[in-house]
């Protein structure tokens, strides 16, 4: 083998290197995607859990019994459960939190509800209104700085 062969056999061997290279690099970024896919499946399977959970309950502690046609008649916030283990209404899921593991990966759900007004939906009040809102706020180690957030309104309709 001479010189010029030797050559053209050293450049075929760095040309594959950095196809190799580049192969592994597409293959880490696509797991790296199905992971972060996951995750967010996941998280969301559990949120949509919660807010299920939540929304098959009365909207208020005085709406268990009797309806009301007030809005001075409902629980005022900030939102305290009146028995810590039993959830009765939806504003008990204030300050919720629970851990979950999935396929071995922890995620933690923290949950609040705040009265909301009908013309903003992204903001609060603390004045009672016919809206409550309950937004979940996701994490899990495996994704760390990211934070999964649902959340859902429910209001209060009541037929005489």
């Known amino acids: 083998m001479n010189l010029g062969q030797s050559l053209y056999a050293i450049g075929a061997m760095l040309i594959l290197s950095l196809i190799v290279l580049r192969m592994n ?20 399977s559990i949120g949509t859990s919660i807010i299920e959970e ?6 208020d502690q005085n709406t268990i019994e009797d309806g009301v046609s007030s809005v001075s008649s409902l629980t005022s ?7 810590s283990t039993v ?5 008990d ?8 593991t999935i396929y071995s990966i922890p995620f ?3 949950c609040t509800v705040t009265y909301i007004n ?8 603390n004045s009672k209104t016919w809206h409550k809102k309950l937004t979940i ?10 934070t999964l957030s649902l959340s859902t309104v429910y209001s209060y309709w009541y037929f005489r």
């Open 108 to 110: 933690n759900s923290r």
């Open 25 to 44: 690099n597409t293959i880490l970024t696509t797991d790296e995607i199905v992971l972060d896919s996951k995750l967010g499946v996941l998280g969301t």
């Open 54 to 59: 939540a929304s098959r309950l009365p909207f």
């Open 87 to 91: 959830y009765d209404d939806f504003d």
């Open 93 to 100: 899921f204030h300050n919720h939190t629970q851990t979950d």
């Open 77 to 83: 916030a900030p939102f305290v459960r009146e028995v």
């Open 118 to 125: 009908a013309n903003d939906l992204n903001g609060s009040t």
């Open 137 to 146: 706020r996701i994490t899990t180690p495996f994704s760390p700085g990211d």
